[in-house]
């Protein structure tokens, strides 16, 4: 079967390089998949999990992705994310701290210095995170 090469890049460097079968992704749009031969496109990304598909492998590759956007050219697919991590590099503690961060800010409803729209993206993160490991 085809395949096309997908990069995940942070401004930290890249997290993920791979040729794969098919990926999915959150489009601000709606649930997007990309195959080989696909026309190039821009789409802005949701906080959320692409799924790579690779030949030969049963189990797809899981990476968390802090929004961002993806870029369909003929031979590539570039995701560019604030920030990115495949599920076996997320710390589950650490998500699972930020998550209860963010749940006891949105209870604290008097603090009317809460940005809440900060802690819902918060949130979301830490919640995307934990889906991708399977903790959620
Ligand atoms: P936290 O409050 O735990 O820092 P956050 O959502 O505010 O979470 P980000 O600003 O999205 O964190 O990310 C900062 C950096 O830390 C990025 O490089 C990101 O990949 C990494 N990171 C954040 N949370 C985790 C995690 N649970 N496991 C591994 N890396 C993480």
């Known amino acids: 079967m085809e395949t096309i090469k997908v990069s995940v890049v942070t401004p930290d460097g890249p997290v993920y390089e791979s040729d794969v079968e098919m990926v999915i992704t959150k489009a601000q749009s709606g649930e997007l998949g ?19 598909f690779k030949s030969g492998s049963k189990e797809e590759d899981l990476v ?21 991590e495949r599920a076996e590099d997320i710390d589950v ?7 209860e961060r963010a749940e006891q800010r949105m209870q604290d409803q008097k603090a009317e ?8 993206l918060a949130l979301q993160r830490a919640v ?3 889906s991708v490991t399977g903790k959620q």
């Open 113 to 120: 210095d809460i940005d809440f729209r900060r802690v819902e």
């Open 93 to 99: 503690e650490r998500a699972l701290r930020a998550k």
């Open 34 to 52: 990309i195959l080989p031969g696909h026309i190039p496109m821009v789409a802005p990304l949701e906080i959320g999990v692409v799924r790579l």
């Open 128 to 130: 995307n995170r934990l």
């Open 64 to 84: 968390a992705v802090s929004g961002g956007f993806l870029e369909v050219r003929t031979d590539k697919v570039t995701i560019l994310a604030q920030s990115a």
